[in-house]
């Protein structure tokens, strides 16, 4: 079975409307028309619209860092699914562990999230991963199962298969400490075995896992060469042109 390599770039907080669009730009035309991986872009919502109309076209996608689970309403500085998909969005980033940490997001809020991105026909990418303090107490394995079934929760086979998982240890988040391949490796085939578990085998090798977590140009080869990396969600190195297009050359074609 080929996943198709997907190599995402969370903006995070970060760009203005000029440097948002020249970026997606640079992107765009250093990317061409038939990349060998599939790519992503996902600015700050504020400038979603405009890096729209850069990548709209192209192979380049777009996604948002993040929604909220209701339809139109009264929830006053919140943006929804169908709100997303109009300006052009194909994917969400659900449950980045900057929104656990700091937005207090727990798993039964990412698992409502899940369920009306699908709703609205956005993929969602659902981040998981572990402190460096959970890491060295070995409850490693404990915490990324605890929390893919948390946000998964109520999921169906038929959907499964066309989620996107993230793997993106909070230590190596931001920090320039990348998990060696074998860490990141082991983590992505546990997630595959327990998604086997949790819906079937076969669902469980449709669906991609991303590795996140200081991938640069120069650590994106060894990683994305892992048969259970299927690619990388990129913060820091996703808003420069040559690091971020250095990664997706750096991908092995799929
Ligand atoms: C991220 O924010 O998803 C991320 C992985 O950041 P960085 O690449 O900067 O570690």
Redesign the pocket.
Known sequence: MTRRILIAG?W?MNTRSADAASLAKGIVDAVGKSPAVEIALCPPSVYLASVSEVTAGTPVELGAQNLYAADDGAFTGEVNAAMLTDVGCQFVILG?S?RRQLMGETDACVSKKLHAALAGNLIPIV?VGETLEQRETNETEAVIESQIRGSLEGLDEARAAGIVI?Y?PVW????GKVASKEQAEAVHAFIRDLLGKMFTPGVAEQIRIQY????KPGNAAELLSQPNIDGA??????LKVEDFVGIITAAPAS
């Not at 969600?233 to 996703?238: E, K, N, R, T, Y």
């Open positions: 969370n995070k980045h900057e981040c993230a993106e190596a988040i931001g920090t996140g977590g200081s991938v969600l990129v913060g820091g190195a996703s």
